[in-house]
């Protein structure tokens, strides 16, 4: 069986890849019975480019573009390397929002649903090396009720266009946000590997599972090289354990990565090789304190978005670094991956940084009354017309997708499997159960947890005890209590107290904040002001350093962020502590000071 995620491509030396980023042609299919066939020729001259990586959305000027419903296409020249004749080669997608599809020439070569995680297609009995091919890959922005994360396509009334809504506080950013390669493996190839870290006094040890292509040998040697190329352990066959003397550990802040190299060996000839980055650390619950390498570690720092304007949720790297140096700047420890997995990149950059990630699945906006729908009858989440029994197999899919692809990342120390889902609402137990199950069954050794909503109360809440940690996300003083803090106050604290009572475990509040107008002042520090943020982080932070319990704080949100539009809404989301072009709000110098000096306190 091959593994959902495959591993990310690398050039080695047994290895190769050419990226295919850049301007592609770029058309939108005419609407949902659409029967053109746009792969089997070259688009017309003069078609419209689109950069790559980049959400479509924002690029053009053009209503119809932006909020188009249905396919879109990409297409491009791709030439295949002369040298690749004895080997296999495939084109990968890092990510098509929410429904790619792959085509070589006139031929659709895969498929894949789920808008954030990675698809390819085997080209190699298409495609001679050396020739070129015509790649177009089809995009589809459609979410329904039975997808992850879902929505619903309404039909205008007059003008009869379909209009995609849907649950959840950020703009349905569409397109290839993320890199495309072409890339080549060997027939012989490493096709999984995963490794999971543990430690026994001064040695580290790194559990491995190596899985290879079908007919290759299975003569596998493994060596593990450090920061400085020397190589501090060997070990051989497909599956073990590997000890590293006196090892360094990968921690919070101060990363230090190994090179888990693995490789297939035919008599003295290396026929694969590939590395895994590799951190040795420990991560465990004990009680209501959460450890990493034994030790307690308080999460300071943001839920996030990939979110800029222009490209969307398109991947930069100038973005991602200066996002960290801000992190960096600011104190924050940790993000959370707010409400999808985010780019390869990132995670591989988190590790390198010694930043800390809990790791989120697409499933955000399982809650159909905080649409806040009107009337008595409020609709049930957990029904057929809703989330239901298709929504669920999409759920599961999200799940084993995001473990494939981020389980071998030191910084991810625990999975968030959905965002302030309908937890107090009847059917929930029987919806989550599984899928708690499932994740635990994937990933023995990381904890998991769910953001849970604002009124699902340790009371009402019918699900916290299948998971390991109670994440919070509460508004106390914005969506209630709005612009009151002395109201708010006792309100967060009998809050926290009744969780903290019911589980001895730790509670992280996942999200916080005020909707804050950059500039916006006000000398009463009322709602939307720059100074209200600030009182109320600051009233927060009082209350949490009051709750033995509390392993930490993840403000809402790091940047300002689009949404969809909606008369909650100007110009998208403004609970960022950073503007959206990451200028710092008048908040973020009060965090910076806390957050700095709980990191040199500890
Ligand atoms: C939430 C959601 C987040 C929203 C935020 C808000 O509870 O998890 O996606 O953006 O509230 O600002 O309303």
């Not at 299919?29 to 792969?39: E, K």
């Not at 996300?473 to 612009?483: A, H, K, P, V």
């Not at 009572?501 to 509670?507: L, T």
Request: aromatic letters at 10%.
């Amino acid at each position: 069986e091959q593994p959902l995620i495959k591993l990310k491509p690398q050039r080695t030396s047994s290895r190769d890849l050419v990226n295919l980023d850049g301007l592609w042609k770029f058309t939108l299919a005419s609407g949902a019975n659409d029967t053109a066939q746009p792969w089997t020729a070259p688009f017309p001259r003069g078609a419209l480019e689109c950069p790559v990586p980049a959400s479509y959305n924002d690029i053009f000027v053009d209503r119809d573009i932006r909020d188009h419903v249905g396919w879109v296409y990409y297409q491009r020249e791709v030439f295949v390397p002369k040298g690749w004749s004895k080997e296999q080669y495939f084109v990968r997608a890092e990510s098509a929002t929410h429904h790619g599809r792959i085509y070589v020439n006139d031929r659709l070569l895969a498929e894949h649903v789920g808008g954030y995680t990675s698809f390819e297609a085997d080209i190699t009995e298409f495609v001679t090396a050396g020739e070129k091919f015509r790649l177009t890959i089809g995009v589809n922005n459609e979410l329904t009720h039975e997808t992850i994360p879902p929505g619903k396509i309404e039909i205008g009334e007059s003008t009869g266009k379909r209009i995609q809504t849907y649950n959840h506080d950020f703009y349905n950013y569409a397109g290839l946000s993320r890199s495309i390669w072409l890339y080549s493996v060997p027939r012989q190839h490493i096709e999984d590997i995963t490794v999971s870290t543990d430690v026994d006094g001064e040695t580290g040890l790194i559990n491995y599972n190596i899985k290879v292509a079908k007919n290759s040998t299975e003569n596998i040697k493994i060596s593990v090289i450090d920061e400085e190329g020397a190589v501090v352990a060997t070990a051989s066959g497909a599956q073990g354990t590997v000890k590293i003397n006196s090892v360094k550990l990968w921690q919070p802040g101060a990363a230090y990565l190994y090179q888990f190299q693995a490789n297939i060996v035919d008599g003295r000839k290396v026929v694969d090789t590939y590395s895994v980055a590799t951190g040795v650390r420990t991560v465990k619950i004990d009680g209501s304190k959460f450890l990493i390498n034994g030790k307690p570690f308080y999460f300071t720092g943001f839920g996030r978005h990939e979110d800029t304007s222009v490209r969307g949720k398109g991947h930069d790297q100038a973005y991602m670094v200066h996002d960290f140096q801000l992190m960096d700047w600011i104190g924050a420890n940790s993000f959370r991956t707010s409400h999808y997995p985010y780019a390869e990149e990132v995670m591989d950059f988190a590790d390198r940084q010694g930043i800390v990630v809990i790791d989120e699945t697409p499933a955000v906006g399982l809650n159909i009354a905080l649409l806040g729908v009107s009337g008595t009858e409020v609709p049930k989440t957990w029904s057929e017309e809703n989330i239901n029994n298709n929504t669920q197999k999409a759920h599961k899919q999200a799940i084993r997708e995001l473990i494939s692809r981020d389980k071998n990342h030191a910084s991810v120390v625990m999975w968030s499997i959905a965002n302030e889902p309908a937890s107090a609402e009847e059917g929930a137990r029987e919806y989550f159960e599984p899928l708690a199950k499932l994740t635990r069954e994937l990933d023995p050794t990381r904890p998991i947890t769910f953001a849970n909503v604002g009124g699902a109360t340790s009371e009402s809440d019918l699900i916290s005890d299948l998971f390991d940690v109670s994440c919070l996300n509460r508004y106390f003083g914005w969506y209630s209590e709005t612009g009151d803090l002395e109201e708010a106050e006792p309100a967060l604290v009998k809050e926290l107290q009744s969780w903290e009572k019911k589980f001895n475990r730790p509670i992280i509040m996942t999200e916080y904040g005020a909707y804050t107008i950059a500039g916006l002042h006000s000398a009463l520090g009322l709602p939307w002001s720059e100074e209200f943020q600030e009182d109320m982080l600051a009233m927060y932070h009082r209350v949490f350093d009051t709750i033995e319990s509390m392993a930490g704080e993840h403000v809402w949100n790091f940047a300002d962020f689009q949404t969809s539009l909606g008369t909650k809404r100007v110009d998208g989301n403004k609970k960022g502590v950073f503007t959206r072009d990451r200028q710092p709000k008048m908040a973020a110098h009060g965090l910076k000071a806390r957050w700095t000096n709980m990191t040199t306190s500890g």
